[in-house]
Nanobody
Framework: QVQLVESGGGLVQAGGSLRLSCAAS????????MLWFRQVPGKQRDMVAL???????NYADSVKGRFTISRDNSKNTVFLQMDNLKPEDTAVYYC??????WGQGTQVTVSS
């Protein structure tokens, strides 16, 4: 079983920055892609960013140019640097290791 522990959420004013971290532990055979999702109440969970084991990245259109995903393979950790945050970025952010592992979520609140 794989455990994912997120940290780094909080309250920030619009235009500010936050950095999320997600550390994977447990029975990790291999880590390929790692992803960040976010969810607001009453809506589906949407993919925000993805990074492959080779370092290739992909982003949702809404965060391109503002968010940066990175990883430290030696520590099985993935990061999400979020800059120029907007109120519409407010959500619970989840780390995901396919196929079935999810973190507990961390709240990000951006005030206007």
């Amino acid at each position: 079983q794989v455990q994912l522990v997120e940290s780094g959420g909080g309250l920030v004013q619009a235009g500010g920055s936050l950095r999320l971290s997600c550390a994977a532990s447990g029975r990790i055979r291999s880590i390929n892609a790692m992803l960040w999702f976010r969810q607001v109440p009453g809506k589906q969970r949407d993919m925000v960013a993805l990074i492959t084991s080779a370092g290739s990245t992909n982003y949702a259109d809404s965060v391109k140019g503002r968010f940066t995903i990175s990883r430290d393979n030696s520590k099985n950790t993935v990061f999400l640097q979020m800059d120029n945050l907007k109120p519409e970025d407010t959500a619970v952010y989840y780390c995901h290791l396919p196929p079935n592992s999810w973190g507990q979520g961390t709240q990000v609140t951006v005030s206007s």
